[in-house]
């Protein structure tokens, strides 16, 4: 194991009803909010009704910021910036999934700082300041609800960048908020879960029990619950089991002490900001053949991952068998559960495929598992066709 420091501080509160906290949270954080949300849904579920009344009752002037995209924008964040200037914001509430948490993030640390926030994303600077935040969650997939990282389309330069922001203050999850998420959004977000924890479980790092059996855990009770929750949307068990294995996937939990990959999201990052496609159908297409392209770098780890997760029999196979038996039920698992599995899927062919290997490599080789360079992108994205 690695050395290591853990720090988090967001507070979480979880379950049934947890929505009558957000008064007094508002009542500490300042009199001028910015509520942030996406394309409306939280108006048709009748949370916004809410929201805005237990805002009002704990005195707090609102300003909105209606219509963030699935993939935030930088143009939208940079609107955001502007309202809390102009309105003298005192802090932001975001309501929705991680979307609208990360370019919620974007606003916080860029309100303060006086160069352009596209910075924080491109390497050229780090934010030291932020306006508080606080989510309430509707969707159970990025984790973005307790931990600092956002991810930013600037779509007039095709670039799709993740950028180390700031942690909320405080996230409301109630499992009853994501009853009413789309049956698609819904298979997103599970699969965007498990491709958070692959990027943390494939590793070299050795002596990492502890490690591996959470990440192990996640994975499990994801897939237990997949199906169930396809079937009843409204199974609260289901859908808060899968809700909190979003937040513990990349709370910081599974990391620490370990060296982590990343390289697949790198890679859907680039796909997404060429075609715009959903990232948690991205991750689904692209994991699996990452996984096909990399697993003899540590074929050990693999085939711990077979029989570990899926349940995969080792009798009379072969340590490549035992291995790719547990990326074919990694394939199977997400064709069953209605994932795509192809780009074309996406209607993406190989038009742009030399120009996403290049979008995803920009400051150099990815991934830590097997270093990529943009030729290997482009052999796994040739893969995904």
């Known amino acids: 194991m690695n050395n290591f420091i853990y720090h988090n501080p967001t507070e979480l509160i979880f379950g049934k009803g947890q929505l009558s906290h957000l008064k007094d949270k508002a009542a500490k954080l300042g009199a001028s ?44 964040v940079k609107k955001g910036i502007g309202i809390c200037r102009e309105q003298g914001v005192n802090w932001i509430l975001a309501v929705g999934g991680g979307s609208v948490i990360d370019a919620s993030k974007a606003i916080a640390v860029g309100v303060p700082y006086q160069g352009d926030v596209w910075d924080f994303y491109t390497r050229k600077a780090t934010p030291q300041k932020a306006l508080p935040l606080g989510t309430v969650l509707t969707l159970a997939a990025t984790g973005s609800e307790m931990n600092r990282g956002s991810v930013v389309t600037n779509w007039e330069t095709q670039e799709k960048f993740g950028g180390t922001t700031t942690f909320p203050t405080f996230s409301i999850l109630d499992p009853e908020n994501t009853f009413s998420v789309p049956r ?63 937040t513990m996937a990349l709370n910081g939990t599974l990391p620490v002490g370990v060296e982590t990959d990343w390289a ?13 496609i959903p990232h948690g159908g991205g991750l689904a297409i692209i994991f699996p053949k990452w996984m096909r392209y990399v697993y003899r770098e540590n074929v050990e780890r693999f085939k711990r991952y077979a029989t570990e997760v899926w349940g995969v029999d080792p009798a009379g196979k072969t340590d490549d068998e035992i291995a790719l038996a547990g990326i074919e039920a990694t394939e199977a698992f997400f064709a069953r559960i209605g994932a795509p599995t192809r780009l074309a899927d996406y209607q993406i062919g190989d038009e742009k495929l030399q120009l996403m290997a290049e979008k995803a490599t920009p400051f150099g080789p990815i991934g830590r598992f097997k270093k990529l360079a943009s030729e290997d992108v482009a052999e796994i994205l040739r893969m995904c066709l």
Do not use: W
């Not at 108006?43 to 219509?67: F, M, N, P, W």
């Not at 943390?200 to 929750?229: C, D, G, M």
């Not at 697949?264 to 715009?276: G, K, L, P, Q, R």
């Open 33 to 76: 909010v910015l509520l942030v949300y996406g394309g409306g849904s939280i108006k048709r579920t009748g949370l916004y009704d809410k929201i805005i009344s237990l805002l009002q009752e704990a005195g707090c002037q609102v300003h909105e910021l209606a219509g963030v995209e699935p993939n935030p924008r930088l143009s939208t």
């Open 184 to 246: 698609d959004q819904t298979i997103y977000g599970m699969c965007d879960i498990m491709s958070h924890v692959f990027e943390q479980y494939f590793s070299h790092t050795p002596e990492i029990p502890l490690q591996t059996r959470f990440a192990e855990a996640i994975l499990k009770t994801v897939i237990e619950n997949a199906e169930r929750v396809l079937a009843n949307p409204e199974d609260y068990d289901a859908r808060a089991n899968i809700l909190y294995c979003g």
């Open 264 to 276: 697949t999201h790198s890679i859907e990052h680039a796909v997404s900001a060429v075609y715009d």
